[in-house]
């Protein structure tokens, strides 16, 4: 229980959760009672709320009602189909009787009759179904309207509950709402004043350990770091001092080592690759190499361009087969209409259509022939034409690129004229291009070899031109080398003239070196034709060696004297020229191995290179180290005198932190503490009341809304499947009035055929037995005939049906009255009307009670 100091302060904070509360019980136990009264329902403090109590007893009848009637009427409907299919056969048996006509044949005029009469009989039959389905149709209508008029009833019912259940609702928000708005107000007190000022000391509080705590581990590893850092020093130092000695070995080596080794491997591939006999050796093997190539595509371009002349030169032969046969084909059929005309005989006529259809076939094959011969000539035009056009074009294309760069006279002049030739290409090749049909196979075939050919001619000029151009190219390194043997010679010479005339140290020493130079000449140009008769000679061996596989082969395929002397003769020319091609390389044998040597000079000379570079590399690195291990002891030199520093500044630091710690923060820090913990009791025992009565009271009255809700919207549904069942059963009412109508129609049609057809000693034997009106009622049929005015005087025996209750009345009544009787109940048995009268006194007993609460709050505010 809060103390009095609490109920003050709640006074003074001007808090109304209490009375609040009082009149929220108030207010909901008056409307309780009241609605447990006018219900029937009494109430039980441990029981459900009242208003979901009365809900669900309000929607029990109605929707079983509903069922059961939605039921009922199906089955109606069900009934009225069945004597509707009963219907349709009797009618389909009166058209079928109407149609019989009279027999003197006995039995088939005694089955006649029988049938007329057994449909007469299930006609009255159909009549009492239809009768019997009326009345239950009826009566459905009147359960139907019953059913809605009590669904409506529960309508209403349920939404006077609704809006009882709703105000309930109301009363108890408002009360549970004045709580949570008293504890929103503390809430907010403390958010925006208590919490913030506690958080705020205690950050400060934190703070400041955290500060202390920071500038002690900060102590500790400012000292560790002093240390540190003068350990770094003496490592920098001696970096320094490693990376000095190791830039002075690394240039020694460079220099007594790598780099004579580097200048040596350059030197032995330059003088390999700049030899004068080598580049003529190299030369003359590529010019050797391109000659062969180009034999080569000469020989496939010959080749491509035979096989397109064959298929021409074939194309030409049909055409002189196909003339040929043509003629003969015209002289026999000359011969064949001479000797028709002497004798018109049937054989001679045959002999002279046959030679018709033979000069025919003749015809068409020249014609196809020369065809095929045409077009191949109109390809090798259109080649042509195509060939004419790329050159015109290049011409004037040059022609307008002179002209845009100088537009003189001369130059418009001749882009004219390339212009006009172009002009003629390109009419000329359009006109070829109009004259080739490509067809058939043939002419397909002639221009793929046509093509194939040119292909492979461009490609034989192409090779010969390279052929041509590298044999140039040796030949002008041999040229060269004789240029200069010729140049050495003159001035050996001119050197030995001078000798003569003054025979003196220094000329005999020019003659000397004039000598050495036209020897070094001959022997490179000695070299060079040495090559030749080498290259020569090897040509010679394969020559050979070809002639022997040849002697070989014949040999075997035709063994004789001949041919053995031939292989022996072929061998020893193959041993010979074996022998000569040693010989003719042994005086080359040092320039192609110096040639030979190149790769490993060279992969010597980028051993050596990398070996140099790399060094290199290793001092660049030394010494771009050595600048940064001496900026690095520059750095670990100031880095020590920094840490003392820190240690330094850090024990004042720490000295300042304590003192503010005891003199300021955590005095502040324990206030803020006391006014959080006193805000939070107070907020506590708001939220206890608001959980213990308020709340429980709100989620009750929810609770009772919605099954009240459910309740009216249950009654709701209810009422509109009530409506729906009157509907089907006003529309099944509809339906069997009508099939009573067409029933009767039916019998009465029956009635007319048994008169008309069926003796008069049979006819009525079926009238025996009762049926049933529209109503449901049973007539007693006794009479010897059976007609309409007998049916309409007639009294029925029937069972009065009230709505409600259960019994039967027999009464003995005509139809008229019968129906009068029905509609007078229908009235009288109405369901009787419900009131809730009592709940109004209920109600305002609640009001009192509301009341006396409202004044127990104002009370307890003064007190």
Same mark, same amino acid.
């Given at each position: ?25 108030? $207010? ?66 009166? *058209? ?11 039995? %088939? ?14 006609? %009255? ?16 209508? *009147? ?51 208590? %919490? ?66 580097? *200048? ?13 006999? $080598? ?15 180009? *034999? ?46 002497? #004798? ?34 109109? @390809? ?15 011409? =004037? ?94 001035? @050996? ?157 850090? #024990? ?23 006014? @959080? ?8 025992? =708001? ?51 009508? =099939?009573?109508?067409? &029933?009767?129609? &039916? ?70 009255? @019968? ?45």
């Amino acid at each position: 229980m809060p103390s009095s100091k609490v109920h003050f302060k709640l006074y003074k904070a001007k808090k109304n959760w209490v009375s609040a509360g009082l009149v929220t019980t108030a $207010v909901l136990a008056g409307l309780t009672l009241g609605t447990a009264k006018s219900n029937d329902v009494v109430a039980h403090a441990d029981a459900t709320p009242v208003a979901t109590q009365t809900v669900n007893q309000q929607t029990t009848t109605p929707a079983s009602q509903t069922t059961e009637t939605n039921s009922a009427v199906d089955k109606t409907s069900d009934q009225i189909s069945q004597v509707k299919d009963e219907l349709n056969k009797v009618q389909q048996a009166n *058209d079928a009787n109407k149609n019989v006509q009279k027999t003197n044949d006995a039995n %088939k005029a005694a089955d006649q009759d029988q049938q007329i009469v057994n449909n007469h009989k299930a006609a %009255k039959q159909t009549v009492k179904d239809a009768q019997d389905a009326q009345a239950t149709a009826k009566l459905d209508v *009147d359960n139907a309207q019953n059913a809605v008029k009590q669904a409506q009833e529960n309508v209403d019912k349920t939404s006077n509950d609704l809006n009882d259940a709703q105000a309930v609702q109301n009363a108890a928000q408002e009360s549970y709402d004045g709580n949570q708005n008293a504890i929103t107000d503390a809430d907010k007190d403390m958010n925006t004043n208590i %919490k913030p000022a506690k958080d705020k000391a205690d950050q400060a509080y934190n703070d400041q350990l955290a500060y202390q705590k920071q500038l002690e581990n900060g102590l500790s590893q400012f000292q560790g770091d002093l240390e540190n850092k003068k350990e770094a020093e003496k490592a920098a130092q001696t970096k320094v001092d490693n990376t000095n000695n190791a830039i002075t070995d690394a240039d020694n080596d460079l220099r007594n080592n790598i780099k004579p080794a580097k *200048d040596a491997a350059d030197q032995a591939y330059n003088d390999a690759i700049n030899d004068q006999d $080598v580049k003529y050796f190299d030369a003359k093997d590529a010019a050797k190499a391109d000659q062969a190539a180009a *034999d080569q595509a000469v020989a496939q371009a010959t080749k491509s361009a035979n096989a397109a002349n064959n298929l021409k030169q074939a194309a030409q032969d049909a055409v002189t087969s196909a003339q040929a046969t043509l003629d003969a084909a015209n002289h026999q059929l000359q011969r064949d209409m001479s000797a028709w005309r002497h #004798n018109r005989n049937h054989e001679n006529a045959l002999a002279v259509n046959k030679s018709k259809r033979a000069v025919q076939a003749a015809e068409d094959a020249l014609a196809a022939a020369k065809h095929n011969l045409d077009n191949m000539n109109n @390809y090798d035009a259109l080649k042509q034409a195509q060939v004419a056009d790329q050159a015109t074009t290049k011409a =004037l294309e040059e022609a307008n690129a002179a002209v845009a760069e100088d537009n003189s006279e001369w130059n418009q002049e001749a882009q004219a004229a390339a212009q006009s030739s172009f002009n003629t290409a390109e009419d000329t090749l359009a006109n070829a291009k109009g004259s080739f049909v490509n067809d058939n196979d043939s002419i397909a075939n002639y221009v793929a070899a046509k093509d194939k050919a040119d292909a492979d001619q461009v490609a034989a000029d192409q090779a010969a031109t390279k052929a041509t151009d590298s044999q140039a190219v040796a030949d002008a390194i041999k040229n060269a080398a004789q240029t200069a043997l010729n140049d050495a010679q003159h001035q @050996y010479q001119r050197e030995i003239s001078g000798y003569r005339h003054n025979p003196s140290h220094e000329n005999a020493v020019r003659v000397n070196s004039a000598k050495q130079v036209r020897d070094n000449a001959q022997n490179v140009l000695d070299n060079m034709n040495n090559y030749d008769a080498y290259l020569a000679a090897k040509d010679n061996e394969n020559a050979k060696l070809n002639a022997l596989y040849q002697a070989q082969q014949d040999e075997q395929q035709n063994p004789s004297d001949w041919t053995e002397e031939a292989l022996d003769q072929a061998q020893s020319e193959y041993d010979d020229a074996q022998n000569a091609a040693v010989a003719a390389r042994a005086k080359v044998a040092d320039k192609l191995a110096l040639a030979n040597s190149r790769a490993s000079l060279k992969n010597a000379k980028d051993t050596a290179d990398k070996a140099y570079d790399d060094q290199v590399a290793y001092i660049n690195q030394l010494e771009a180290g050595l600048n940064n291990f001496s900026n690095d002891l520059n750095n670990a030199q100031q880095a020590v005198k920094d840490a003392q520093q820190k240690v330094d500044d850090t #024990n004042n630091a720490i000295t300042d932190a304590d003192n503010d710690m005891k003199n300021n923060i955590a005095p502040a820090k324990a206030a803020a503490d006391k006014a @959080y913990n006193d805000q939070v009791s107070y907020i506590n025992m =708001l939220e206890d009341h608001l959980n213990k009565l308020t709340g429980p009271q709100l989620a009750a009255a929810k609770q009772a809304t919605a099954a009240a809700t459910k309740a009216h919207d249950d009654a709701v549904n209810a009422k509109t499947v009530a409506d729906n069942n009157l509907t089907k059963a006003n529309n099944n009412k509809a339906a069997a009035d009508q =099939l009573v109508a067409d &029933a009767q129609a &039916a019998m009465d049609t029956a009635d007319a055929l048994v008169d008309e057809k069926v003796p008069s000693y049979i006819k009525h034997d079926d009238n025996q037995g009762t049926t049933t009106d529209d109503n449901g009622s049973t007539t007693n049929v006794n009479t010897p005939t059976d007609n309409e005015a007998a049916r309409a005087g007639a009294v029925v025996t029937i069972p009065v049906s009230t709505g409600a209750a259960t019994a039967t009345t027999p009464a003995t009544m005509t139809r008229a009255q @019968y129906r009068a009787q029905l509609n007078s109940a229908a009235k009288q048995n109405a369901l009787p009307q419900t009131s809730n009268e009592d709940s109004v006194g209920i109600m305002a007993l609640g009001t009192v009670s509301a009341m006396f609460g409202l004044g127990l709050a104002a009370r307890k505010r003064e007190a």
